[in-house]
């Protein structure tokens, strides 16, 4: 069987919009939310995060995020420069989905330690974004985790 050139281009024109419409159908399944909802104000507060960030990065140690297996927990460990209590939120953000974000507002023990429980957490790399506040300073860092 030979094909003149209008067939061959029919056949072309059907498998090309199939094929657009295959890409169109996996597009509408794929979950398009944003990573954060009021990113405009967050844009306008961004010198107040510099400011945090920069506080953090002339501290002569950083807070430390870590996540034990056995006990379930992630444990946030606040620099010793101070015997003040550090205060602030916590932010446990998955870059997979943000209806599996966790926030939790806390003041550190005396060991300056603060831990969260890990039941319910999706296993897979999590950032952890530590917003706080020590002797009326501002401090923001970020940690990543892999939750297993």
Known sequence: MKLNWAT?????FIIFVSFLGF??????????????NNYYDEDIKYQQHYDKVKNTADLDSKAKAEFSKEAGTISVTFPGDSTAPASGTIL??????????????????????YTIPTTGLKAGRWKVKIDWTQNNKAYYQEEEIYIQ
């Open 92 to 113: 446990l953000y998955n870059p997979v989905s943000a209806a599996s974000d966790k926030s939790y507002s806390f003041v550190s023990a005396s060991d300056m330690t």
């Open 23 to 36: 890409i169109l159908y996996k597009s509408k399944q794929y979950d398009h939310s944003l990573v954060m």
């Open 8 to 12: 061959g281009l029919i056949i072309f």
